[in-house]
């Protein structure tokens, strides 16, 4: 496993840093702000396909703390087109809005280290590094904004945050859009 630390209680003597978080936390809470705002609008992007269905999964995962529809519409959508098709533009979307808590974990561990799940979590993704975001994003679980801030928190590489989340969304989309395809044709069936 690749073992991760959070550094704690470390300060950082230079102020380009300090801005830098400054401006992670306000992008991701403007993000969040935004989205949840025009959330009963989100749903009329599934019209334009595959890419308002990519764009859906990343406004949808890209608030923090704050539900948004996507995995609903993943599921509805996956009646209607290619469920694969949909898994891949759902998983590809998801994990590039889950770059949002990624990015607030540059804050550090003062926004989540008072939030319980907070310290049930960061031990895990500390000894499991990548394993544990691909395990996490691919279970529907509420908890995935705080595993992403553990992972910004523990530096983890963005490549491997992204990779490893990205084949997690794909695999939690693809169960979505194939109970979407598959429970449509079943109550279609069971009223013939």
Same mark, same amino acid.
């Given at each position: 496993?690749?073992?991760? @630390?959070?550094?704690? +209680? &470390? @300060?950082?003597? %230079?102020?380009? $840093?300090?801005? $830098? !978080?400054?401006?992670? =936390?306000?992008? /991701?809470? *403007? #993000? %969040?702000?935004? =989205?949840?705002? =025009? &959330?009963? !609008?989100?749903? *009329?992007?599934?019209?334009? *396909?595959?890419?308002?269905?990519?764009? =859906?999964?990343?406004?949808?995962?890209? %608030? /923090?703390? $704050?539900?948004?529809? +996507? /995995?609903?519409?993943?599921? %509805?959508? +996956?009646? #209607?087109?290619?469920?694969? +098709?949909?898994?891949?533009a759902a998983g590809t979307g998801g994990a590039l809005g889950e770059l949002s808590g990624y990015l607030a974990g540059f804050s550090g561990q003062a926004v989540v280290g008072r939030i319980d799940v907070y310290n049930k979590i960061s031990p895990w993704i500390e000894k499991y590094g990548s394993w544990a975001i691909l395990v996490l994003s691919a279970i529907p679980n509420p908890f995935f904004d705080i595993a992403g801030i553990v992972a910004g928190m523990a530096k983890m590489k963005l490549w491997r945050f992204l990779l490893f989340c990205w084949i997690g969304q794909i695999i939690k989309m693809a169960m979505f859009a194939f109970a979407g395809a598959y429970s449509i044709d079943w109550i279609v069936s069971f009223f013939n």
């Amino acid at each position: 496993m690749e073992g991760l @630390k959070i550094k704690k +209680g &470390r @300060k950082s003597s %230079t102020n380009g $840093l300090t801005v $830098l !978080r400054i401006a992670a =936390i306000l992008t /991701v809470v *403007g #993000i %969040t702000v935004y =989205i949840y705002s =025009i &959330r009963d !609008r989100v749903e *009329g992007f599934a019209a334009y *396909g595959y890419p308002g269905i990519f764009l =859906i999964a990343l406004m949808a995962n890209a %608030t /923090v703390f $704050l539900p948004a529809p +996507g /995995v609903a519409v993943v599921f %509805t959508m +996956g009646s #209607i087109f290619n469920p694969i +098709g949909v898994a891949l533009a759902a998983g590809t979307g998801g994990a590039l809005g889950e770059l949002s808590g990624y990015l607030a974990g540059f804050s550090g561990q003062a926004v989540v280290g008072r939030i319980d799940v907070y310290n049930k979590i960061s031990p895990w993704i500390e000894k499991y590094g990548s394993w544990a975001i691909l395990v996490l994003s691919a279970i529907p679980n509420p908890f995935f904004d705080i595993a992403g801030i553990v992972a910004g928190m523990a530096k983890m590489k963005l490549w491997r945050f992204l990779l490893f989340c990205w084949i997690g969304q794909i695999i939690k989309m693809a169960m979505f859009a194939f109970a979407g395809a598959y429970s449509i044709d079943w109550i279609v069936s069971f009223f013939n």
